[in-house]
């Protein structure tokens, strides 16, 4: 069993993950995406956790969840908007469109608006190439944008 620790994760929800995964090897990933899915990021609390629990060096277990995007460490906003910086979309216009996140929501790509709402975040490809330029914002996307459009969108959420 977990000790109680000050972080902001359930001990007893993290416990119960790693109860449901102690006997399979090489489940790290399913172990974080769960332990995510509990508070929305991954401390470094629970990380030293995960490590002990697994019997892993902390290295590891930070070395993975920083290596893949779907992993955070750091809280994000409730809406993530991902941009997308493919060539299709900056040729198409994704600078302007990131201009304008930039000035709606006055922040710059991985960070996190004042209020806790808004997350900006590059991402390399979302598919859309037919539509550039293009963004995300949480699973919603949205294409052939312009500036306008993105202020409107954003001001929906």
Known sequence: MLAKTDCSLPTPKLSAILDKYKKSPGSLLEILREAQ??????????????????GVPES???????????????????????????APCHIRGAQDVLAAIEKTLAIKPGETTPDGKFTLEF??????????????????VFGNLTGDRVREIINSF
């Open 37 to 54: 899915a509990i508070n929305g990021y991954l401390s470094r609390e629970i990380l030293q956790l995960i490590a002990e629990e697994v």
């Open 60 to 86: 590891k277990v930070y070395g993975v969840a920083t290596f893949y995007s779907l992993f955070k460490t750091a809280p994000t906003g409730r809406y993530i908007i991902r941009i997308c910086e493919s």
């Open 123 to 140: 991402t390399s490809c979302l598919g859309l190439c037919g539509v550039a330029p293009a963004m995300m914002i949480n699973d919603q």
